[in-house]
């Protein structure tokens, strides 16, 4: 991409350009520098990039544009867009990304996902809307009850379609897609392009123009990799010790019960976390995802349903407490940092018995970690999180050489949290007590029932 490059140069209208410059954007990304003239010129588009490379407003763009600059006019129960994303966080995601567009055009849209009741979705719809975002299920349920039509779509889009074939989104969407207009521009955004997103393009797209930026396969190269070898004992501590540092932190895990009991361990020892996962309504992701944002919780404690469609701002630190199943899940968990140019770091707790699994998912990842054995007293964290610890006492310093799992981060919004107080007596060894457990995500031995909380 030329240096010269701008959005003007690459066709987008001036009030586009400049909502853009409003919000300080004003050089397109490689995957918006590639796509742009051909999705601005009406041709259905196949682009292909990472997790974090620009999708969102290379679709967006030449989307207004089309629908700003059509004869036609909103009507009820017809929208004249419609953008399909895998989850509820990303459609969120696109709807904020959208508005300063859509102010600056006259334009307006709707969500329309599941765990929410759909009267306000119903009521927008019915007085009409250019634009609908979409998660398949509910949109599909709306359809079936007559409450919209897809025959005035002028613009169909697929984001993040891998992930939606991941989830078995794809007999869906493809009854979706069977509703739209086949005359209608069409543009089709993947991390990667595995057989079931293939057969979405060959049968939906006319004879599209196909761009790859950069794919899920090719890591980015601000990301520092690391794998700390721990034992059982260690795993918990050496965690706390990287999650207390100052900074916006996720980590993941592999299964629900395991992200609720690790934040719950991390607030415990005095660091504030909030968790994420299927098991919780929507009012409380968006509870949870307002903290992070804020900063009044600084780590995200998350399953996969973070990997994709997740966007904060300045997350320095990405931890695999539990490593992925799989290199592309892998992929798309990290790439909740290092965006948007930042450096970003990126840190894999690995157990004994895990050497073989993490050892083949690199490789399949394309990743050269460098992979320590590290105990709670080891250099090497102060490096992966830099900054002074706080601690429960109230006092601020330098960290003894053996640190206490009881530590507190400091608080990001400027207001002490309750969680960010001091623990009290007795949590840091608790904590302590847990550690082993918490390091093995298949014990369930001492599981006991948890009433669902929303933090």
């Not at 609908?132 to 409450?147: F, K, S």
């Amino acid at each position: 991409m030329s240096t010269d490059t701008t959005f003007g140069t690459l066709g987008v209208p001036a009030k586009l350009t400049a909502a853009l410059a409003q919000r300080g954007i004003t050089t397109p990304t490689p995957i918006q520098a590639a796509t742009l003239p051909d999705s601005l010129a009406g041709r259905d588009v196949l682009g292909r990039g990472r997790t974090g490379s620009g999708k969102t407003y290379a679709f967006l763009l030449p989307l207004v544009a089309r629908l700003a600059s059509a004869p036609s006019r909103r009507m009820p129960k017809r929208p004249r867009a419609l953008i399909l994303a895998p989850t509820r966080e990303l459609v969120a995601q696109i709807e904020e990304s959208l508005a300063p567009l859509a102010a600056a055009t006259g334009l307006n849209s709707r969500t329309v996902f599941g765990g929410v009741g759909q009267n306000p979705q119903v009521a927008a719809l019915r007085k009409g809307v250019d634009i609908v975002i979409a998660c398949p299920g509910r949109l599909e349920d709306l359809l079936g009850q007559g409450h919209l039509s897809l025959d005035a779509v002028e613009v169909t889009v697929l984001d993040e379609a891998d992930h939606m074939a991941d989830l078995g989104f794809l007999p869906v969407v493809r009854r979706l897609l069977d509703r739209t207009p086949r005359e209608g521009q069409r543009m089709l955004f993947s991390a990667t392009l595995d057989a079931g997103v293939d057969v979405l393009a060959k049968r939906y797209l006319s004879r599209p123009v196909t761009h790859e930026a950069d794919s899920a396969q090719s890591p980015v190269a601000e990301m520092d990799h690391h794998v700390l070898h721990v034992g059982p004992a260690h795993h918990l501590p050496v965690l706390l010790d990287l999650t207390a540092a100052p900074g916006r932190t996720i980590v993941f895990t592999r299964t629900k019960h395991r992200a609720k009991k690790l934040a719950r361990q991390l607030n415990a020892a005095g660091v504030p976390a909030v968790e994420l996962h299927g098991n919780l309504s929507q009012n409380a992701r968006t509870r949870t995802m307002d903290a992070f944002h804020s900063g009044a919780a600084g780590t995200l404690v998350a399953t996969d349903i973070a990997a994709r469609g997740i966007h904060v701002d300045d997350v320095a630190l990405v931890i695999h407490a539990d490593p992925p199943v799989e290199h592309k899940a892998y992929l798309h968990r990290s790439g909740r940092t290092a965006r948007a140019g930042n450096s970003g770091t990126v840190v894999t707790m690995m157990l004994d018995d895990q050497v073989r699994d993490v050892r083949d998912l690199t490789r399949k990842a394309g990743i050269r970690p460098t992979i320590t054995r590290v105990n709670p007293a080891h250099p090497l964290l102060r490096q992966l999180a830099p900054g002074t610890r706080d601690f429960p006492g109230g006092y601020a310093a330098t960290p003894p050489a053996a640190p206490s799992p009881g530590r507190a981060r400091q608080p990001r919004s400027g207001q002490p949290s309750r969680s960010a107080q001091s623990p009290g007596p007795g949590r840091a060894d608790r904590a302590r007590r847990e550690s082993q457990p918490a390091a093995n995500p298949g014990n369930r031995a001492r599981r006991r029932p948890q009433r669902q909380t929303a933090r």
